[in-house]
């Protein structure tokens, strides 16, 4: 079973920068679909960004495309959120979450993703 594990999270300034990562374990990275995902207090999970197996394409939320840079380097196992521009409303828990193999296409939906990380913090505050 396919593991993730993120990290990079903390607390920055509005209009600062942080890098997620997310590493795998057990298992090949290059069968599945990446989608990094978040959580604020009271709200729902909603997707933020993804990435299809080749790290070819790549989807956007739109209130944080520009600002967000997803790509992968599936030798290492790892993902990574290049996030800059951060503004309060960027405050949640950042998860990473893998797609079922069966899957090709990058969604933003929760739909299909089997596999989730622990989450990391991130807190975006003056």
């Known amino acids: 079973q396919l593991q993730l594990v993120e990290s990079g999270g903390g607390l920055v300034q509005p209009g600062g920068s942080l890098n997620l990562s997310c590493v795998a374990s057990?298992?090949?990275?290059?069968?599945?679909?990446i989608g990094w995902f978040r959580q604020a207090p009271g709200k729902e999970r909603e997707g933020v960004s993804c990435i299809n197996k080749s790290g070819s394409r790549t989807s956007y939320r739109d209130s944080v495309k520009d600002r967000l840079t997803i790509s992968r380097d599936n030798a290492r196992k790892m993902v990574y959120l290049q996030m800059s521009r951060l503004k309060p409303e960027d405050t949640a828990v950042y998860y990473c979450?893998?797609?079922?193999?069966?899957?090709?296409?990058?969604?933003?939906?929760?739909?299909?993703?089997?596999?989730w990380g622990q989450g990391t913090q991130v807190t975006v505050s003056s």
């Open positions: 057990r298992l090949t990275l290059d069968s599945y679909v």
């Open positions: 979450a893998a797609r079922a193999r069966i899957f090709d296409e990058c969604s933003l939906s929760r739909a299909g993703y089997a596999y």
